[in-house]
């Protein structure tokens, strides 16, 4: 039944805050003088929160300041700036920070400078497009502590590259480069504090770009929003990094389509692979493996990662042709096993391939090198290197990390320094 009407206007509202909520609050508008303030600005007035977070801003801009005076180590420094971590028990969940970045732009592409703000709620029309029609698109990137004490970015310019694309192919206007990578800077260094010590884990950096203005009827947002946010992460999976994963083949649903979005990192691609893995996860797997939609009889790859098959020096992964993520890590690996004298082929790879193959990975910047222990077809369970993690996956993954981490050097090029208070 319909509800009386009346002038009072419901709206979501996430608030921006610095408390350690990140649940969404509603509230209602009593008058339309507040929603029409309201509808001003989704995200900031004049590229600034609140009045009441502007003077939280000024109190965390001079409080860094005042950190920066007296900085003299870690040890004192992380006394000053966050909580205590266990970093033992850290694993791949949501730990909140201290700041976030966010910039704010028009159709048009006409970006206004972005900034450094508390971590916390932000504010968003019920009828913006990202929460609409799912016009949004994300990146995953890590940051790494040497055993220098220095911070450091992997690939940095690959993820802007694949992030501008992401939002050629779903209609919003692309963060240029320089923008990216200075912003990628900004929030680590706001965040520095918060970088696991080596060895241990990593800033796991979460770029997004989404339409934020306000919209009815299918079509581009007005406006859109440039936010990244960061938390510390160890091991993605149960076990710790090293521990084999047992997969199981999915044939009833599909990741994507030729001609879809598989290719984006969009932000529509990941909710339909929930009820395929909540079910594995029920049943004792630990994710997917999709085959292609077309055939139904070709590895595409893991609902978060690609997917590799070894056979003696021969490393095989399906070929990028539009449905599937072109990782960075997927890319980097490919280029790593090459120099290590293996044939390396980017191709249809089929699933029998996959149950003969002497040993099987999985890559992408959360799961790093992941090896998997089992593939299971048809209720018939295909065991690799005894369950343990193969040889070629091993030094891959030390070839990998040695380099995020500064134990290696770097002959490529790959690492970006962050230098302490960067433009802070």
């Known amino acids: 039944m319909a509800s009386n009407a009346s002038s009072t206007m419901t709206t979501m509202v996430f608030r921006p805050t610095v408390s350690n909520s990140s649940s969404v609050v509603a509230s209602s508008s009593a008058s339309s003088s507040s929603s029409a303030a309201g509808r001003r600005s989704p995200i900031m007035q004049n590229n600034k929160f609140s009045n009441n977070n502007d003077e939280k801003n000024r109190i ?6 005042e950190k920066r005076i007296t900085r003299g180590n870690l040890a004192v420094n992380n006394a000053i700036t966050r909580p205590e971590i266990d970093w033992s028990k850290l694993g791949f969940g949501l730990t909140e920070t201290e700041s976030m970045y966010i910039a704010e732009c028009t159709i048009d592409g006409q970006w206004k400078v972005g900034s450094i703000h508390p971590y916390g709620n932000i504010s968003v029309s019920p009828s913006a497009a990202v929460l609409n029609y799912g016009q949004g698109i994300f990146e995953g990137m890590k940051a790494f502590r040497t055993p220098e004490d220095e ?43 918060y970088v696991p010590p080596v060895g241990v884990g990593s800033l796991y950096i979460r770029p997004l770009l989404i339409g934020t203005g306000a919209i009815l009827g299918l079509g581009p947002a007005p406006s859109y929003t440039f936010l990244i946010y960061v938390s510390p992460v160890a091991s993605y999976f149960k076990g710790g990094q090293l521990s084999p994963i047992d997969l199981i083949v999915e044939e009833d649903y599909h990741r994507a389509a030729p001609g879809g979005t598989g290719s984006t990192k969009c932000v529509g691609n990941y ?115 005894d369950g343990k993690i193969g040889a070629t996956g091993q030094m891959l993954y030390d070839e990998l990390t040695g380099i995020q981490q500064g134990r290696l050097k770097d002959t490529k090029g790959w690492i970006e320094h962050v230098p302490k208070d960067y433009h802070l």
């Open 60 to 65: 965390l801009n001079r409080r860094r300041r």
């Open 271 to 385: 909710s339909p692979v929930l009820k395929v893995q909540l079910q594995a996860k029920k049943e004792g797997f630990s994710d997917v493996i999709y085959l292609d939609a077309k055939e139904n009889k070709y590895i595409e790859e893991v609902s978060s990662c690609n997917f590799f098959v070894v056979k003696g020096k021969t490393i095989a992964t399906p070929a990028l042709e539009g449905t599937i993520l072109p990782g960075i890590t997927r890319k980097s690996i490919i280029e790593l096993a090459r120099d290590k004298g293996y044939t390396v082929e980017e191709r249809k790879v089929g699933l029998d391939e996959v149950l003969s193959a002497d040993e099987c990975f999985c890559t992408g910047t959360a799961v790093v090198v992941v090896p998997v222990g089992s593939v299971t077809h048809r209720g018939k369970k295909t065991v690799f290197c």
């Open 151 to 193: 911070i450091v970015t992997f690939r940095p310019d690959e993820n802007a590259k694949r992030f501008a694309e992401g939002a050629g192919r779903m209609s919003m206007p692309p963060v240029p480069k320089d923008i990216f990578e200075d912003a990628v800077k900004k929030v680590i260094s706001a965040n520095r504090d």
